[in-house]
Antibody
Framework: EVQLVQSGAEVKKPGESLKISCKGS????????IGWVRQMPGKGLEWMGI????????RYSPSFQGQVTISADKSISTAYLQWSSLKASDTAMYYC?????????????WGQGTMVTVSS | QSALTQPPSVSGSPGQSVTISCTGT?????????VSWYQQPPGTAPKLMIYEVSNRPSGVPDRFSGSKSGNTASLTISGLQAEDEADYYCSSYTSSSRGYVFGTGTKVTVL
């Protein structure tokens, strides 16, 4: 079964760092882009960026450039999203999703989401 | 980059049809067929419903259909059912950032 499994919920304080993960299985992890999507409480989906695990080519939305870092470790089929200094406004659900070029750039497989809460 | 524009909500009775619009620009929807639609029931992850403007993945009912004209894409749900009640989002590739952009989202209510 093709799936993306994300790490568990996190509760952090402002200023702390964080790295969440997304592990792919059931397909060739290095052959598909992985994207990250933010959903703030009660709000819509926002595209943050994507990475190609095969060569770590990464693209960011202008809204998130410099705010987060996307990386991947192809040896363990895992993509990451990290913050160096969290803010309260980073409180949101974060989803990873596989980008299918077979389906003309649709996000065809989604992780279950990781809830990040930042509060003092 | 700005989000694609969708109506905040649409509603219909069981068996009726509803259409959700998704308006972008010549940098995204208007220039590429990389338009997809996602369904998100409350408390769940999004699910792909339509890709490449009008194609359905296996398992998606044929009540769901997509189309595009100019800078606007549309999702139509025919024969509306109670289980279709959810938020729906469109998405497109955008050349402005060589990335992707989602729509503002539409809540579908089955009356």
């Amino acid at each position: 079964e093709v799936q993306l499994v994300q790490s568990g919920a996190e509760v952090k304080k402002p200023g702390e760092s964080l790295k969440i993960s997304c592990k792919g299985s059931g397909y060739s992890f290095t052959s598909y882009w992985i994207g990250w999507v933010r959903q703030m409480p009660g709000k819509g989906l926002e595209w943050m960026g994507i990475i190609y695990p095969g060569d770590s080519d990464t693209r960011y939305s202008p809204s998130f450039q410099g705010q987060v870092t996307i990386s991947a470790d192809k040896s363990i089929s895992t993509a990451y999203l990290q913050w160096s200094s969290l803010k309260a406004s980073d409180t949101a659900m974060y989803y990873c999703a596989r980008l299918s070029t077979d389906r003309n750039d649709a996000f065809d497989i989604w992780g279950q989401g990781t809830m990040v809460t930042v509060s003092s | 980059q700005s989000a694609l524009t969708q109506p905040p909500s649409v509603s219909g009775s069981p068996g009726q049809s509803v259409t959700i619009s998704c308006t972008g620009t010549s940098s995204d929807v208007g220039s590429y067929n990389r338009v997809s639609w996602y369904q998100q029931p409350p408390g769940t992850a999004p699910k792909l419903m339509i890709y490449e403007v009008s194609n359905r993945p296996s398992g998606v009912p044929d009540r769901f259909s997509g189309s595009k004209s100019g800078n606007t894409a549309s999702l139509t749900i025919s024969g509306l059912q109670a289980e279709d009640e959810a938020d729906y989002y469109c998405s497109s590739y955008t050349s402005s950032s060589r990335g992707y952009v989602f729509g503002t989202g539409t809540k579908v209510t089955v009356l």
